[in-house]
């Protein structure tokens, strides 16, 4: 499974951004996919999760900002980031998990910054 994420940038404080993830190669139905960050000199954490039947998951630093969704049909997950705050400055990874197997996308840099 390869995973093409894009959609980073920069934006001001209280500003919107979209990131999206494209999957392709062996996909099952079932399966689960993500979001995660990592900021300069912190690990790696979760945002978002999302199963292939819509469940979704949150880390309690983003819920009520950011929404992630999933078009089964194109393979691609998307985090729709609002109220960006400083601290989520961060390089933003994809992952996608099925059959026990995890797998990454490249990181897409978010930076909020006036």
């Known amino acids: 499974v390869q995973l093409q994420a894009s959609g980073g940038g920069l934006v001001q404080p209280g500003g919107s951004l979209r990131l999206s993830c494209a999957a392709s190669?062996?996909?099952?139905?079932?399966?689960?996919m993500g979001w995660y960050r990592q900021a300069p000199g912190k690990q790696r954490e979760l945002v978002a999760t999302?199963?292939?039947?819509?469940?979704?998951n949150y880390a309690g630093s983003v819920k009520g900002r950011f929404n992630i969704s999933r078009d089964n049909a194109k393979n691609t997950m998307y985090l729709q980031m609002n109220s960006l705050k400083p601290e989520d400055t961060a390089v933003y990874y994809c992952q996608f998990r099925q059959l026990g197997f995890d797998y990454w996308g490249q990181g897409t840099l978010v930076t909020v910054s006036s």
């Open positions: 190669g062996s996909i099952f139905s079932i399966n689960v």
């Open positions: 999302i199963t292939s039947g819509g469940s979704t």
